[in-house]
């Protein structure tokens, strides 16, 4: 028996939606457990010489913490992933992992007669996993999603004319611990009213008017702090603004998440950078049997 998980690539804050806005992205890891093959843990795609084999990687992790928290026992797997979504460049790549592990092991609980788990036992397992709900939420349900970090998520129909636009710096990374550790405890009742203005202007703008989305991006909580830490991506992204780009640090980054518009479609940033025109993700996590 095999099981085969599909899980999105994430953007997560999307610019002042900190910690909590998220949308799902058209690029995908699959995962591939065999009940039937002997034990092994194999990969491909990107990151693979750097993800252990011993068990110690983050969809084993998942797969075990699904275990732990349902009291099931998994049997013994053969574990494969094919992964599209870069490492430590702000698309989701340890959200999809958790989300991975949980599904699949959701699947051979239910395939063995032990139960199953609800899509909303998938979020809230990987959320508490992971750490970072606002990107379980997408990859879990697709779309565009409002989680608030204890153990909800509000999943919204993203416009159908978004056009995400992913620049991926090739040599850059920036580890969540990181980029967060460079952040202030505390933050001014000006700034904090501004993300809100803005943030419930990005609601819109994500669901229903994307031509608000240049002024809905709007941040004061991280985006600055962050793109300080990565000069070189700093410089792109002011090149974006002052084009008039909509544009936002993508999680924690070093990527940037842009839109093409009926202005224009995102300049090609340069040497050095990857850019991906990708559609939003609408499923979220798939698994299949075979």
Same mark, same amino acid.
């Given at each position: ?14 610019? /002042? ?43 084993? =992790? ?6 732990? *928290?349902?009291?099931?026992?998994? &049997?013994?797997?053969? $574990? ?5 979504? /870069?490492?430590?460049? +702000? ?21 063995? +007669? ?5 899509? @909303? ?7 508490? #996993? ?6 379980? *939420? ?16 509000? =999943?919204?129909? &993203? ?7 992913? $620049? ?10 990181? *980029? ?8 001014? =009742? ?15 703008? #994500? ?16 985006? @600055?702090?962050?793109?300080? $830490?990565? /000069?070189?991506?700093?410089?792109? #992204? ?17 990527? $940037? ?9 995102? /300049? ?21 049997? =075979?």
């Amino acid at each position: 028996m095999r099981f085969i998980a599909q899980v999105p690539a994430t953007s997560a804050n999307l610019g /002042p939606g900190f910690d909590c806005l998220g949308i799902a992205l058209a690029l995908y890891n699959e995962v591939t457990i065999d009940l039937d093959a002997a034990p092994s843990i194999s990969w491909e795609g990107e990151g693979a010489s750097e993800i252990p084999t011993d068990g110690s990687d983050m969809i084993s =992790r998942a797969l075990a913490h699904a275990a732990n *928290a349902t009291g099931a026992k998994l &049997p013994d797997l053969a $574990l494969h992933a094919l992964n599209r979504i /870069p490492l430590e460049r +702000g698309l989701g790549s340890s959200s999809a992992a958790a989300v991975a592990g949980i599904s699949l092991a959701g699947a051979v609980m239910a395939a063995t +007669g032990v139960g199953g788990l609800s899509q @909303d036992e998938v979020f809230q397992l990987a959320a508490r #996993f992971e750490g970072h709900p606002d990107n379980a *939420a997408p990859a879990v349900y697709g779309g565009f999603t409002i989680a608030d970090g204890e153990g909800a998520a509000v =999943r919204l129909q &993203p416009h159908a004319s978004l056009r995400p636009v992913a $620049l991926i710096p090739e040599e850059v990374r920036l580890p969540t611990l990181e *980029a967060r550790a460079a952040l202030s405890g505390e933050v001014s =009742r000006e700034d904090a009213v501004f993300n809100l203005r803005h943030t419930a202007e990005a609601v819109v703008a #994500f669901t229903s008017d994307p031509s608000l989305l240049g002024s809905a991006l709007a941040d004061r909580l991280h985006q @600055d702090v962050r793109l300080g $830490l990565v /000069p070189t991506v700093r410089d792109v #992204f002011d090149r974006l603004v002052s084009a008039g780009v909509p544009v936002c640090v993508s999680g924690a980054g070093p990527t $940037l998440m842009a839109f093409d518009t009926e202005a224009g479609d995102v /300049p090609e940033p340069g040497e050095g950078w990857q850019l991906l025109r990708l559609q939003v993700d609408t499923e979220g996590a798939v698994v299949e049997g =075979r």
